[in-house]
């Protein structure tokens, strides 16, 4: 079988979301297909710059090409590489939302959730354009979706109306150098005692509501700190420090190198994420894996990967937020804190990329066999 693959999305150096979640699934097709228990014989990946370091390396059965131009890649110069192609490719892999357009060839994609169809509010509008119109017109093209939850999949399910066995659920997983590299020296210039949050300035991850909720803790001794990357519409998250009283006691830590992160997690007193929507909610599956207790939102797919570690909170309510956190810095070093951390280190074992890909490459080849029968 000859596969295409759109790597995009994998090829940038600071990978979050989409871009984590594609990175790690090539890196693990790669060694997967190099064992050659599969039926997929050669792979192309497209990008439209060179290689990152981080990237699968180049084998007789794995091939990148560089295309040009970057501006409208994925309209113009991704589709037109794929219909040139020869032999024809039997499948193409978009793990992304967006699939090439006009290419006669069977397609797989991966859709992480849906939140912009329920909270269009919460997106700059020319991101909300792309991702209502590209992505509905991708699910009309593609033969299969692959998506990272049990709730994503009925979410797509329901807004896509789509049968359920064109959707399969490949998790995300620990990052692969978070499984391998543990380290427990504590990061210089963090706080001696503080609360961690991780993910993408956003509206989304409720940040506002959180470092409301973190102003009415009574333990003034306790720093909250926000790892994450600007993303969008996030002036009103930068400003709330200040809004709230807590200017001194709240730190935006930007974007922190997988290096950095065990260490990050390990010395925390607690993890919280009251996002308003997840697909999966990776950083939960990280601050489990080290030690760390988790408290986030009772909604989406939070429940489903916190399992019985979790401690819930309403995302909606500040109150409900701080209760929760306030839970978590009382029983850290209790019987009942103990438990949800040692529960939280079984639930994130439970997570493999290896998994992950041996599902993408079941959909791929099932796909590849039924366009040839």
Not at 153 to 179: H, M, Q, T
Not at 226 to 233: D, Q, T
């Amino acid at each position: 079988m000859r596969l295409a693959i759109d790597g995009y999305e994998a090829n940038t150096a600071s990978r979050v979301g989409i871009g984590r979640y594609a990175s790690e699934v090539l890196s693990s097709m790669h060694a997967r297909i190099s064992k050659g228990n599969t039926g997929i014989d050669e792979v192309v990946v497209y990008l439209p710059t060179q290689p990152c370091s981080h990237m699968p390396a180049p084998a007789p059965f794995w091939k990148y090409e560089v295309l040009a131009p970057k501006q409208f890649w994925t309209f113009w110069a991704l589709p037109n590489a794929i219909r040139n192609a020869k032999p024809p490719y039997d499948v193409v892999f978009s793990p992304t939302h967006y699939i090439p357009r006009f290419v006669h060839r069977p397609k797989v994609m991966a859709i992480m959730d849906v939140s912009y169809l329920l909270y269009p509010m919460l997106f700059r509008p020319q991101d909300l354009h792309k991702l209502i119109s590209w992505t509905a017109y991708s699910v009309r093209h593609a033969a299969a979706i692959v998506t990272i939850s049990q709730f994503s999949k009925n979410a797509i399910i329901k807004a896509y109306s789509v049968a359920p066995s064109v959707v399969a659920v490949a998790y995300p997983a620990l990052p692969v150098v978070l499984g391998k590299t543990i380290m427990t020296k504590r990061i210089s210039g963090l706080p001696k005692k503080y609360i961690l949050s991780v993910g993408t300035l956003q509206p989304r991850k409720n940040y506002v509501r959180l470092i409301e909720a973190f102003a009415s803790l009574r333990d003034r001794d306790v720093v909250l700190c926000i790892a994450g990357k600007k993303g969008w519409l996030y002036e009103d998250i930068l400003a709330a420090p200040v809004k709230y009283g807590v200017s001194g006691r709240v730190r935006f830590l930007d974007f922190v190198k997988d290096a950095d992160l065990p260490a990050l997690y390990a010395h925390a007193e607690c993890f919280v994420l009251p996002s308003l929507y997840e697909g999966f909610g990776l950083p939960v599956l990280e601050a489990m894996a080290y030690g760390t207790q988790v408290v986030v939102s009772n909604v989406s797919s939070l429940p489903e990967i916190a399992g019985k570690a979790g401690i819930y909170v309403n995302p909606q309510d500040s109150k409900s937020i701080a209760d929760g956190i306030t839970e978590a810095l009382m029983q850290k070093d209790a019987p009942a804190g103990k438990k949800r951390i040692a529960l939280g280190k079984i639930r994130a074992q439970a997570f493999s990329w290896d998994t992950t890909a041996e599902k993408v490459i079941e959909v791929i080849e099932k796909i590849g066999k039924k366009d040839r029968t």
